[in-house]
């Protein structure tokens, strides 16, 4: 019986030993993240694409947003009263509010009044060729994921920026 416990207890400390040791190509530096972990201060935001009006940063988190197929991972980071054009998507985005509110409407014209208040912590997924259009109200965080490759068509041609 005590062998059996000795052995027993070997055998879980063991397990353990190789559970909580760094995985191989860990980083050895005490505190530091793997490099597909990120913590609110990790995230690089940097500019964001010409189809995407002036004035938001991106931060790509996970594979390529722009790739012909896979997942990807985005954060679009909004100046107040930032505006998104009535648009829609050829592919289903998925969003969550990280921080501020962001206000969405559905339809081919922008009217504020239709709009509802979506505060941090939301989460909603539009359908593919769902008309919507969006406003920052304070700084905005948004998280998008979805299937790649991500692309906007704006309902009125002319809201494009990449057009102009």
């Given amino acids: 019986m005590k062998r059996n416990l000795c052995l027993g207890l070997l055998l879980l400390a063991l397990a353990g030993y190789f559970w909580l ?15 597909d972990i990120f913590t609110p201060g990790a995230v690089q935001f940097g500019p964001a694409p010409a189809f995407v009006p002036a004035g938001a940063q991106l931060a790509v988190l996970e594979g390529n947003p722009m790739g ?7 954060r ?8 998104f054009p009535p648009h829609f998507h050829p592919k289903r985005e ?4 990280i921080s501020g509110t962001f206000k969405v409407g559905m339809g081919d014209h922008f009217v504020e ?20 259009f ?8 948004v998280q998008i994921h979805g299937e790649a490759p991500l692309q906007i068509t704006y309902v ?4 494009d920026p990449s057009r102009k």
Wanted: charged share 15%; no cysteine; aromatic share 8%.
């Fill in 113 to 132: 009044s239709a709009m509802s208040s979506f505060p941090a912590g939301s989460f909603a997924y539009l359908d593919p060729d769902m008309h919507h």
């Fill in 94 to 97: 998925n969003v969550t509010v």
């Fill in 156 to 159: 009125n041609p002319q809201d």
């Fill in 68 to 74: 012909s197929s896979g997942d990807y991972t985005v």
């Fill in 21 to 35: 040791k760094p995985s191989k190509g860990a980083s050895s530096v005490a505190g530091a993240a793997p490099p």
């Fill in 134 to 141: 969006a406003e920052a109200s304070g700084e905005v965080v």
């Fill in 76 to 83: 679009l980071k909004m100046p107040d009263g930032y505006r």
